[in-house]
């Protein structure tokens, strides 16, 4: 197990202190043991952004409406913002810092590169994580059922249809019917 560090640093070199509140706890994020303190009722957003950088998982709206905060706990997408910290211990997190191999980009990352399936690319991690779970869930077959199935996660930019696209090539590769 790899604990954190107590001082971190931020991309302005602004120090943060990755132990902050009374309940001692252990996150297995993207394979690796996170050990901190946290105070209760942090969500696993802010744990994951502010306490142990993981700033590739976006704060949008924080009110479970806008799906940037996407994340896997055990392999199912999940809100970060409306889950407290302390619930995940034991729980197996991926972040989007955790779909690349090495050098190697996740099927779906490349694909929305190729297929234009972002803009500014705020909402696009939660995008990723959204369409990685969902090509794993396999209910979806035609792009307006990938559209109903990613609904959850907005896109302000409207970089729907390249989405879309995007993840139609990936079920492609893996002969998943469209
Ligand atoms: Fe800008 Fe989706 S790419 S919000």
Redesign the pocket.
Known sequence: MSSSTNNNTTLNDQPTDVNVGCCAITLNINGQDHAFTVEPRLTLLDALREQLLFTGTKKGCDHGQCGACTVHINGERTLSCLTLAVMQQGQRITTIEGLAEGNALHPLQQAFIEHDG???????PG?IMSAVALLREGHARTKDEIRELMSGNI???G?YNGIVEAIIAVMEVSDAAV
Not at 118 to 124: A, P, S
């Open positions: 972002f803009q500014c690319g705020f909402c696009t995008q896109c302000r930019c970089a």
